[in-house]
């Protein structure tokens, strides 16, 4: 049976320091594969738990991000993918814990009626999905690379989270780490000249 206890949405993002660019062309503006490494590490760990051990994380996506994904790597393994499309329908495979909604609430009321149980769910992009989810109280928290070196870019995040007045607060590296139940890089790492940092920021109550 599902629990119908009130989701809370972390979003996972990658992004431009600068002016949070992530997305150029329809894929992603650099290539970053301890990045992409934590990107699964973090979107797919789930305690051991006896009494739940067929529990999973959720990725909700918009249907241009699931696009993005190469063939061979989608649906993401090891998590239920929602993807988000006005279409009626999308061919997505005969395959397990994969599904296609309409709109965002519906997301929502999928995922909380879903027999698996869930750990975490994860919005994972692109921009439209991003900026309509954060606009929800149910989003309070924000997973974070940030990438110290600018790219060309023609997507971003919105709203910009890090402005004084804007509710979030950044927590630490330990905090990220207690909360993903993973070990992160501490500190900025660096692939070959990128420059980047795993941040974990909390909407204030
Ligand atoms: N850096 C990162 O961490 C990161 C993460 C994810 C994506 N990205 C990048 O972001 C870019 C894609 O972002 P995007 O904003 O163009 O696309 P997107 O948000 O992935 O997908 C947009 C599509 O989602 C559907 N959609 C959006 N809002 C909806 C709503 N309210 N109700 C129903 N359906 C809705 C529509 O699909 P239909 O047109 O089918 O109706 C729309 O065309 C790419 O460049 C990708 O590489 C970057």
Known sequence: MSSSKPLSLTHVVAATSSALGIGKSGGLPWRLRKEMAYF???TTAVPASP???SAMNAVIMGRKCWESIPLKFRPLKGRVNVVISRAEKMELGEVEHVYHVRSLPAALELLQKLETPLHHVFVIGGAQI???AMALPE???ILFTAIENDFECDTYFTPDFRKEGSGWEKKTQEELEQWAGVEIGKGLVNEGDVK??????ERRE
């Open 130 to 132: 991003y900026n309509a």
């Open 40 to 42: 699964a590490k973090i």
């Open 196 to 201: 980047y940092e795993y941040q974990m920021w």
């Open 51 to 53: 009494s739940q051990p």
């Open 139 to 141: 989003s309070n928290r």
